[in-house]
């Protein structure tokens, strides 16, 4: 299990050759990362990313320990960065790893939903005429549900 | 005494990044309405509760969690990480 909260960007093949350790118990890893994509205007001159120190660590874990225990995975990452993006930078990575890739692909998806409205980060959009805090949606509050 | 902190557009409109706070509130929501009284900056950032989420020593609650003897609490809009 890592996890990290950290401002500089990190290596996807790295980190999945580490990931997959040799374990002869995993059949299946699905790993998900997430862009900075540019806004509806196509305005966007860089994202900032706030977070609450230790908070966000103490509630990642948390999560990844509900995943790890409800689809018995045998590993599970989850990076996550703050501070200044630019367009098409890296933003954050999930892998799990588990015997079959319909526990992987769950827990990836269940990771993914709780860092999005559970992880206290916040995005902020900033273009040229200023900028603007990301906005929640009801989807991501809603697809929640799913898992409970 | 309770650090209080914000985050995002909270803490822009409250104007610091956290504050200590001599208390004798028994819920969130008692706290927010000391504040409240205080001065308007704190006024017009808790004026749409449902605009905010809540955190005691780091975990959500609801804004009518005890405080009970919290040592930090934290005020946030609702988180758009991932």
Known sequence: ?148 | MIKVLYFAWVRERIGVPYEIVETQSGTVMELVEELKQKEPRYEIAFSDLSAIKVAINQELCEFDTKLNGAIEIAFFPPMTGG
């Open chain 1, 1 to 148: 299990m890592r996890i990290s909260v950290q401002l500089k960007d990190f290596d996807i093949g790295k980190e999945l050759k580490l990931f997959n350790n040799g374990d002869t118990n995993i059949g299946a890893v699905v790993s998900f990362h997430g862009i900075v994509r540019n806004n509806s205007e196509k305005s966007l001159m860089h994202m900032d990313i706030e977070q609450y120190p230790g908070m966000t660590q103490k509630a990642i874990s948390n999560y990844v320990e509900m995943a790890v225990e409800r689809w018995s995975l045998y590993d599970a990452l989850v990076i996550h960065r703050h501070g200044k993006l630019l367009l098409g930078d890296r933003i954050m990575m999930v892998a799990t790893a588990a015997r079959h890739r319909r526990d992987a692909f769950q827990s990836a998806e269940f990771l993914m939903d709780y860092l999005k409205s559970r992880a206290p980060f916040w995005k902020k959009e900033v273009t040229k005429d200023g900028y603007q805090w990301v906005k929640s949606v009801l989807d991501d509050e809603s697809a929640l549900e799913r898992w409970r």
